[in-house]
């Protein structure tokens, strides 16, 4: 299984960014999708993840009621709707896949992930 971040860029505090995970090489509605941000001298940290289905999600409350994860199992591809962003979102993203039987708990760190791709960087300037 092979994960595609794209999107990032620089943004100023208060606009938008949508980032994009395209997977290939498995079937993507098995498995549940999830975006992780790592800050200079930072962990690596959870923002938020979704269902195989897109019926239930996560968020970390930093981001809850500005972010959106969505998926599209049709187009293979999950995204990250970023609104109102702050300077304190600068990180770089990573999107991460999990397989995961129909009625598995949502995996909602890190850790509950085995399918990483490379990151994409989200600057926001003050």
């Known amino acids: 299984v092979q994960l595609q971040a794209s999107g990032g860029g620089l943004v100023q505090a208060g606009g938008s960014l949508r980032l994009s995970c395209t997977v290939s090489?498995?079937?993507?509605?098995?498995?549940?999708v999830g975006w992780f941000r790592q800050a200079p001298g930072k962990e690596r940290e959870t923002v938020a993840t979704?269902?195989?289905?897109?019926?239930?999600?996560y968020y970390a409350d930093s981001v809850k009621g500005r972010f959106a994860i969505l998926r599209d199992n049709d187009k293979k591809t999950a995204f990250l709707q970023m609104n109102n962003l702050k300077f304190e979102d600068t990180a770089v993203y990573y999107c991460?896949?999990?397989?995961?039987?129909?009625?598995?708990?949502?995996?909602?760190?890190?850790?509950?992930?085995?399918?990483w791709g490379q990151g994409t960087l989200v600057t926001v300037s003050s």
């Open positions: 979704i269902s195989r289905s897109g019926s239930s999600t």
């Open positions: 991460a896949a999990r397989s995961a039987i129909l009625t598995a708990p949502l995996g909602t760190t890190k850790e509950d992930y085995n399918y």
């Open positions: 090489g498995g079937t993507f509605s098995r498995y549940s």
